[in-house]
């Protein structure tokens, strides 16, 4: 098990950058494969990016493919989220999670979630 702690959020224009972390805790996390979803209100969670465990495969959503990027540090026990041309329908709960098996695109394929953190994009 890991705990899951976002931080990086906020208020951003519309084609803008933030960069969300996920920093973790437990002695294990360069075991778990890692993901970002997010949540808008009314809305699903939704997949964005994922992580395998040693940060050799990345996975994208299409929404998001050449705009974000995920990457890891396995020594800081922390994954990151690159967000660049940030757009309007970006707003949302973003929120990491773990997985000790393979990562996946469901959210039902994750253990371990964060508490989210909120980032708006205004146009």
């Known amino acids: 098990q890991v705990q899951l702690v976002e931080s990086g959020g906020g208020l951003v224009q519309a084609g803008g950058s933030l960069r969300l972390s996920c920093a973790a805790s437990?002695?294990?996390?360069?075991?778990?494969?890692m993901g970002w979803f997010r949540q808008a209100p009314g809305k699903e969670r939704q997949f964005v990016a994922a992580?395998?465990?040693?940060?050799?495969?990345?996975f994208y959503a299409d929404s998001v493919k050449g705009r974000f990027t995920i990457s890891r540090d396995n020594a800081k026990k922390t994954v990151y989220l690159q967000m660049n041309s940030l757009e309007p329908d970006d707003t949302a709960v973003y929120y990491c999670?773990?997985?000790?098996?393979?990562?996946?695109?469901?959210?039902?394929?994750?253990?371990?979630w964060g508490q989210g953190t909120q980032v708006t994009v205004s146009s």
């Open positions: 999670a773990a997985t000790p098996g393979a990562v996946a695109r469901s959210p039902n394929g994750y253990s371990d």
């Open positions: 437990g002695r294990t996390f360069s075991s778990y494969g």
């Open positions: 992580i395998t465990y040693s940060g050799g495969r990345t």
